[in-house]
Each structure stands twice: as C-alpha cells, then as structure tokens.
C-alpha cells in the first residue's frame, strides 16, 4: 500500500492505537494509567513504539525496544512486542511494512538480530513471521500477574 505512513506514536495516538491491541488480544488497557506512564515511554530513547495510518486512521501499532548486551561485540538487538494490525487492515501487507521499517530500524542500529513472539496457539502469525525470514527458536514466558 502506497498511502501507508510509519511514524512514531504520539500522545494523541494513543487510545486509536491501543484499541487495536485491546480489540486483538480481548484485553482492557488501563488508560490513566497509560497516560501517566506515556512521558517516560515516550523520552526512553530505548522505546521506539511505532503507528501506521492509511488515510490518517491508525491501522497498526508495534513496541520496539532496544536492549544492549553486555557480551561478545556489544551490539544491540531489538525485540518487538505488541505488534498488531487492525482487524479491517489485515492481508494488506500492513503487517510486513511495519517489520520491513523494524528490520531497516535494526540494520541502523547495527543491531544482531530481532526477537519477537507469538503466542503457541498463533498459527497465523508464526506462518506469516516465517515467511518473512524469520525462524522459530524456543523461549520461554512466566506469567506474573495474569493467574497462575
């Protein structure tokens, strides 16, 4: 899609993005409380969290943090969290645009890799993360305030 414009998430943007995160993982974010956080999010030159718009409406949303390591040749690597896309935008190639920006986001950063996950039950996206030159390694989540 030509008319598709990444940009980083302003303020502004906020609950328009957050809803498609809400609306895909049928959670309920807690905006206050966001709109308290957002200041440091937001000036965390580690946190780089992205929208795309077609048309002026938000469509997708991702989390990229960038983690510096302390071994080898110290370089960076990314990991991308909270990527989504809005239900009526999918199988648009929104999806790829966003991890085509994070890639070249990465490349600049001279960064060694990115990680992301899908969750187990995604068959979808980990189809979709594969054919973007992605593979699958093993990782491990312990949940801590989401039940037992």
């Not at 997708?60 to 960038?66: C, D, H, L």
């Not at 920006?101 to 001279?110: G, P, Q, S, T």
């Not at 996206?125 to 973007?132: A, C, K, T, V």
Request: with cysteine; net charge positive; proline share 1%.
């Amino acid at each position: 899609m030509k008319d598709l414009i990444i940009e980083k998430l302003q303020k502004s943007d906020l609950k328009e993005a957050i809803s498609i995160y809400d609306n895909n993982h049928n959670t309920k974010t807690n905006y206050e409380r966001l709109f308290q956080e957002y200041d440091k999010i937001y000036n965390n030159s580690d946190y780089h969290n992205i929208v795309v718009k077609f048309n002026g409406k938000i469509v997708g949303m991702a989390t990229i943090v960038i983690n510096r390591d302390i071994v080898g040749e110290l370089h960076p690597f990314l990991t991308v969290w909270n990527l989504g896309v809005h239900k009526d935008y999918r199988r648009r190639k929104i999806g790829t645009a966003m991890l085509d920006y994070i890639y070249n986001y990465a490349k600049n950063l001279r960064c060694d890799f990115i990680a992301l996950i899908a969750e187990a039950d995604n068959i979808i996206g980990q189809r979709f993360y594969e054919s973007l030159g992605y593979i699958r390694e093993v990782g491990y989540v312990k949940l801590i305030n989401k039940g037992k």
